[in-house]
């Protein structure tokens, strides 16, 4: 069991049956009264946030959650499969789990697997990615004035928004967080 205090970004704790994660917290001790914190919580099973007030001295539920490290092996459409890399066991993950993340895995890339009573609950990628361009239109000469920027099919099979002077055959560095172009990359 943890404590008001123990409160920090990223802790994992147990409320209603579900995985939380501590996004953001605040400490307030009004000038009347007893001191709380507010507390802003991620749902790890279905991404909702939310605002919770908790007073000094309440206990949380720890959360039984398990981290593996598995290897990407392949996708069936409906679920994905990864091998566990410590106990070698395939782990099924249905793609809804993945969401648009699965738009970025690679064959054979290490992502880690949050478990909560046995069931995957999300999958988290390395935080960048290289990848090449396998499709995007030329750029036009003069059309840089406004930095503006163009759609690119990368290997993976995302599409990613890349500055006007990228090419088909580049290699980028992508944020799979978001999806966003970071640089080009030499290869």
Not at 48 to 61: C, I, S
Request: overall charge negative.
């Amino acid at each position: 069991m943890y404590e008001t205090s123990d409160i920090r970004k990223g802790l994992k704790i147990t409320m209603d049956g579900y995985p939380w994660e501590v996004v953001d917290f605040q400490f307030v001790k009004p000038g009347k009264g007893t001191a709380f914190t507010r507390v802003r919580v991620k749902n790890l099973k279905t991404g909702q946030a939310l605002d919770r007030t908790f007073k000094t001295g309440e206990k949380l539920e720890e959360c039984d959650l398990e981290e593996h490290v598995g290897q990407y092996m392949y996708s069936d459409g409906e679920n994905y499969f990864f091998m566990n890399q410590e106990s070698y066991e395939q782990i099924s993950i249905p793609a809804s789990v993945l969401g648009d993340s699965a738009l970025f895995l690679t064959e054979n890339m290490e992502c880690t697997i949050l478990v909560f009573e046995g069931v995957p609950m999300n999958v988290a990628l390395k935080t960048f990615l290289e990848a090449e361009i396998v499709y995007t239109e030329p750029g036009m000469k003069g059309d840089t004035a406004t930095g503006g920027s163009k759609p690119a099919k990368i290997s993976t099979g995302a599409e990613v928004q890349v500055p006007l002077f990228i090419n088909q055959g580049d290699w980028i560095k992508v944020d799979t967080r978001d999806g966003s172009y970071v640089e080009r990359v030499k290869k």
